[in-house]
């Protein structure tokens, strides 16, 4: 059981729209800048977005950040059969002592 | 471009000790907090302990009592032990670069499997 929470998969079609949530607590994403980061099939993790909004050098603008209280969205636009990943969330927990990452969301471009 | 390289036995036997090294080029290791995360297959990603190059450490409450992470500047590595590991420890070990709030560099991870 992760600490913060992630939907297991999500889909949508070519060139459309999806959304994931992360959604933690006081102690955690209310209080620490989020981290996104995508990991291919059979690769390390990359960096996707970093303090909830910020793209590193070489991100597209088709992905974005978003926090508001306990809760982080990544956002990903225009999708490609390429974006097929699974996507964690980040982030310091003051309680735990301990960085926490979500359970991990599968995304299927159909 | 900084690059990671994890490097270590990928069979260790239970009880035994898992020991891992990361290497880093393309960059100094001064400067910086270096950390290690833990995948176990088909599972999600978990934080173990970060060091800064002084060598002040933080380390997953989890996991305390079984590591010891260090870094050698004169070699530009950051290095892992586990203790006592269990099947439970089976897992693609990362090392990767803390700045700020973010792991933003990470190597291609070892498989390392407890196993007798």
């Known amino acids: 059981q992760s600490v913060l929470t992630q939907p297991p998969s999500v889909s949508a079609a070519p060139g459309q729209k999806v959304t994931i949530s992360c959604s933690g607590s006081?102690?955690?994403?209310?209080?620490?800048?989020v981290s996104w980061y995508q990991q291919l099939p059979g690769t390390a993790p990359k960096l996707l977005i970093y303090?909830?909004?910020k793209r590193p050098s070489g991100i597209p603008d088709r992905f974005s950040g978003s926090k508001s209280g306990t809760s982080a969205t990544l956002g990903i636009t225009g999708l490609q059969t390429g974006d097929e990943a699974d996507y964690y969330c980040?982030?310091?927990?003051?309680?735990?002592?301990?960085?926490?990452f979500g359970g991990g969301t599968k995304l299927t471009v159909l | 471009q900084v690059q990671l390289q994890e490097s270590g036995p990928g069979l260790v036997k239970p009880s035994e000790t898992l020991s891992l090294t990361c290497t880093v080029s393309?960059?100094?290791?001064?400067?910086?907090?270096w950390s290690w995360i833990r995948q176990s297959p088909g599972q999600g990603l978990e934080w173990i302990a970060y060091?800064?190059?002084?060598?002040?450490?933080k380390y997953n409450p989890s996991l305390k009592s079984r590591v010891t992470i260090s870094v050698d500047t004169s070699k530009n590595q950051s290095s892992l032990k586990l203790s006592s590991v269990t099947a439970a420890d089976t897992a693609v070990y990362y090392c990767?670069?803390?700045?700020?709030?973010?792991?933003?560099?990470w190597g291609q991870g070892t498989l390392v499997t407890v196993s007798s």
């Open positions: 006081s102690s955690n994403i209310a209080n620490n800048y």
């Open positions: 990767a670069r803390l700045i700020g709030n973010t792991f933003d560099y």
């Open positions: 980040g982030t310091w927990d003051s309680s735990l002592s301990a960085w926490v």
């Open positions: 303090d909830n909004n």
């Open positions: 393309g960059g100094s290791i001064s400067g910086y907090y």
């Open positions: 060091i800064y190059y002084t060598g002040s450490t």
